[in-house]
T-cell receptor
């Protein structure tokens, strides 16, 4: 069945770049999303990319999509303490339902 | 103005009780959802309603019953609560089934 995988933790130093990776299985995905969940809060849409794009940049955020390898990444430049959160990758599958990854907890070291 | 609001934020109750969680969205969206997030942060969809009609009903015990009185509201009623129901429940909404989701801030349910 359809699946989305991401590593559970990522630790980076403040000021460095963070790269959060995600792999998916549904080759007919239309949209792929990154959601951010801060402690005690709901998920917020961070950014998304349409499946016919390779890259999308939005200020400190860069999303890269490799359709051949079914690999999605989120790069956060100049990581700040406010970026501490859980980042969820999700794909819009062929039946329009969202398939979620397990979330990557981003830990910022001073 | 809160876009998707759910109440209560915290709910502590005894096993066997019946409880409800309410959700309202003021975004004019036509699709609403209930998600369950467990202690490991895994997110699982429970229900989806489009224009007050059920369109997704994942494998959820029938003790859980969603009710949508109108497009802006999707409440979740849980009968005979069990220890395993302890989790954070999120309401969400979208315009259409293929659009991005807006989430409420969650209801942390603790069953003792």
């Amino acid at each position: 069945g359809e699946d989305v995988e991401q590593s559970l933790f990522l630790s980076v130093r403040e000021g460095d770049s963070s790269v959060i990776n995600c792999t998916y299985t549904d080759s007919s995905s239309t949209y792929l999303y990154w959601y951010k969940q801060e402690p005690g809060a709901g998920l917020q849409l961070l950014t998304y990319i349409f499946s016919n794009m390779d890259m999308k940049q939005d200020q400190r955020l860069t999303v890269l999509l490799n359709k051949k390898d079914k690999h999605l990444s989120l790069r956060i430049a100049d990581t700040q303490t406010g970026d501490s959160a859980i980042y969820f990758c999700a794909e819009r599958g062929s039946n329009y339902q969202l398939i979620w990854g397990a979330g990557t907890k981003l830990i910022i070291k001073p | 103005d809160t876009a998707v609001s759910q109440t209560p934020k915290y709910l502590v109750t005894q096993m066997g009780n019946d409880k409800s969680i309410k959700c309202e969205q003021n975004l004019g969206h036509d699709t609403m959802y209930w998600y369950k997030q467990d202690s490991k942060k895994f997110l699982k969809i429970m229900f989806s309603y489009n224009n007050k009609e059920l369109i997704i009903n994942e494998t959820v015990p029938n003790r859980f019953s969603p009710k949508s009185p109108d497009k802006a509201h999707l409440n979740l009623h849980i009968n005979s609560l069990e220890l395993g129901d302890s989790a954070v429940y999120f309401c969400a909404s979208s315009q259409g089934e293929s659009e991005k989701l807006f989430f409420g801030s969650g209801t942390q349910l603790s069953v003792l």
